[in-house]
């Protein structure tokens, strides 16, 4: 069956970096664009990147820019996204998701923790 499977959460100190994988199964991945949303208590989900099917392309959120890379290994059927100089607000439970025309698929979220 169709799985996505995000790791790599945690508690950070400020400053701090963090790196989280989506690991994807039960669908061609390099067919499928990818995405990282994040969605912080009381808050809705956002978007915080996201990058085509090939890689060739990637888009971030104006908070996000110089801070966060998105990547994927299509060999490896895994996504990753690359967090550096975080921040108590970056603090949220970040989730991949997977989109090929009207087919949508989430993960079931990791919890990043930004605090001292």
């Known amino acids: 069956q169709v799985q996505l499977v995000e790791s790599g959460g945690g508690l950070v100190q400020p400053g701090g970096s963090l790196r989280l994988s989506c690991a994807a199964s039960?669908?061609?991945?390099?067919?499928?664009?990818m995405s990282w949303y994040r969605q912080a208590p009381g808050k809705e989900r956002e978007l915080v990147a996201s990058?085509?099917?090939?890689?060739?392309?990637?888009n971030y959120a104006v908070s996000m820019q110089g801070r966060f890379t998105i990547s994927r290994d299509n060999a490896k059927n895994t996504a990753y996204l690359q967090m550096n100089s975080l921040r108590p607000e970056d603090t949220a439970v970040y989730y991949c998701?997977?989109?090929?025309?009207?087919?949508?698929?989430w993960g079931q979220g990791t919890q990043v923790t930004v605090s001292l």
């Open positions: 998701k997977a989109v090929r025309s009207f087919s949508t698929y």
């Open positions: 039960g669908f061609t991945f390099n067919s499928y664009h």
């Open positions: 990058i085509t099917n090939t890689g060739g392309s990637t």
